[in-house]
T-cell receptor, first 110, second 116 residues
Framework: GEDVEQSLFLSVREGDSSVINCTYT??????LYWYKQEPGAGLQLLTY?????DMKQDQRLTVLLNKKDKHLSLRIADTQTGDSAIYFC??????????FGSGTRLSIRP | GAGVSQTPSNKVTEKGKYVELRCDPI?????LYWYRQSLGQGPEFLIY????????DSGLPNDRFFAVRPEGSVSTLKIQRTERGDSAVYLC??????????????FGPGTRLTVL
C-alpha cells in the first residue's frame, strides 16, 4: 500500500543546515511534496518535485530525490527561527489525493 | 483573494450526536478535498470532489461519514453518530483543476472536532 515515513523530530542550531529525510513506498507517485505547518496556521506547500527529477533548488530549499531507494530529502540552508514548524513529506499521483507522512518537528537552537 | 475558509473553527459535541463541517473553497476552484488530521499525525485523505461529484471517496472510514458539494462550490462534511475516535482536525483543500498534474492544493485552517 501507500505509506510515507519520516523521523519525528529534528533539532538544529540557528544558521546551520537542516536536512529532513523521508521514504515512500508508492513507486508510481508522479510528484512528491514538502508541506510546512506552523501552529495555528494551515498547511503550506513549500515545494514539490516531479518523479523524473533528481534535484530541485528554490532559494534556501534543496530537494533531493532518489527514486531507486524511494528516498526524498529537504535541505534548508541557513536555518532561521522562523523555520520552526512541522514539515510533512507527501506523495501524489494520478488520483489527486495526497498521502502524507506523520511530520518532522523542526526546532531551532540559538 | 480569500483563501479556503472552514467553519466552525472548533466544534465540541457529545458521543452519538450529528455534526456538519463546512468548507468554502477558493473561488473558481473546481477540485475540493477533505482530509482528517489526528494528533501527532499527518493529514489523511477522506474524499475528493471534482465539481459537484465525488471523484474519489475511498478515504471515508465508514458509512457514518458523508460529504456533499451540491453546487460545485461549498462543501459540507457530515458525521453521524459521532464517536470519540472521530476527534481530530478536519482539513479542507481546494485546487484549480485537480487530477493528475502538479496542481497545488491550498489548505484551510481546519475545524477542530472534539467528541466527548
Amino acid at each position: 500500500g501507500e505509506d510515507v515515513e519520516q523521523s519525528l523530530f529534528l533539532s538544529v542550531r540557528e544558521g546551520d543546515s537542516s536536512v529532513i529525510n523521508c521514504t515512500y513506498t508508492d513507486s508510481s507517485s508522479t510528484y512528491l511534496y514538502w508541506y510546512k505547518q506552523e501552529p495555528g496556521a494551515g498547511l503550506q506547500l513549500l515545494t514539490y518535485i516531479f518523479s523524473n527529477m533528481d534535484m530541485k533548488q528554490d532559494q534556501r530549499l534543496t530537494v533531493l530525490l532518489n527514486k531507486k531507494d524511494k528516498h526524498l530529502s529537504l535541505r534548508i540552508a541557513d536555518t532561521q527561527t522562523g523555520d520552526s514548524a512541522i514539515y510533512f513529506c507527501a506523495q501524489g499521483g494520478s488520483a489527486s489525493k495526497i498521502i502524507f507522512g506523520s511530520g518532522t518537528r523542526l526546532s531551532i537552537r540559538p | 483573494g480569500a483563501g479556503v475558509s472552514q467553519t466552525p473553527s472548533n466544534k465540541v459535541t457529545e458521543k452519538g450526536k450529528y455534526v456538519e463541517l463546512r468548507c468554502d473553497p477558493i473561488s473558481g476552484h473546481t477540485a475540493l478535498y477533505w482530509y482528517r488530521q489526528s494528533l501527532g499525525q499527518g493529514p489523511e485523505f477522506l474524499i475528493y470532489f471534482q465539481g459537484t461529484g465525488a471523484a474519489d471517496d475511498s478515504g471515508l472510514p465508514n458509512d457514518r461519514f458523508f460529504a456533499v458539494r451540491p453546487e460545485g462550490s461549498v462543501s459540507t462534511l457530515k458525521i453521524q453518530r459521532t464517536e470519540r475516535g472521530d476527534s481530530a482536525v478536519y482539513l479542507c483543500a481546494s485546487s484549480s483543476q485537480g487530477g493528475g498534474i502538479a496542481d497545488t492544493q491550498y489548505f484551510g485552517p481546519g475545524t477542530r472536532l472534539t467528541v466527548l
